[in-house]
């Protein structure tokens, strides 16, 4: 079952040799690039680091997170609106796209979730 992120939920990890804590509700969506992954946040900043989306998946496994694509992890707080080949985030956002193959899953999820 998937819960909403908990808003004092914080996600660590490293850059440069120092731990970075951020809070996981400001986490709009991690994508990734090979080894390494973008964390976008909710104040258009991001962060950098090596790792991989199903280390990440893992971690924040039911914890309102959710992989749509083999490059993108979103958090379910600002799906908006899924179609075709996209899911649509906050209005500031745009779009990420999510494949075929997870769709209906996500769906899935977001009704469980409460948002549609």
């Not at 400001?26 to 258009?44: P, R």
């Amino acid at each position: 079952m998937y819960q909403e992120v908990d808003s004092n939920a914080v996600f660590a990890f490293k850059r440069n040799g120092t731990k970075v804590e951020i809070y996981c509700s400001d986490i709009v969506f991690f994508e990734s690039y090979g080894h390494y992954i973008t964390i976008h946040m909710k104040d258009k900043s991001t962060y950098i680091m090596r790792g991989t989306l199903h280390a990440i998946d893992r971690e924040l496994n039911g914890k309102g997170f959710v992989r749509i694509h083999r490059g993108f992890t979103v958090n379910l707080s600002y799906v908006k609106k899924i179609e075709r080949t996209s899911v649509f985030l906050d209005s500031e956002w745009g779009s990420v796209p999510v494949s075929r193959s997870r769709k209906e899953s996500l769906i899935a999820i977001l009704r469980e979730y409460g948002e549609i």
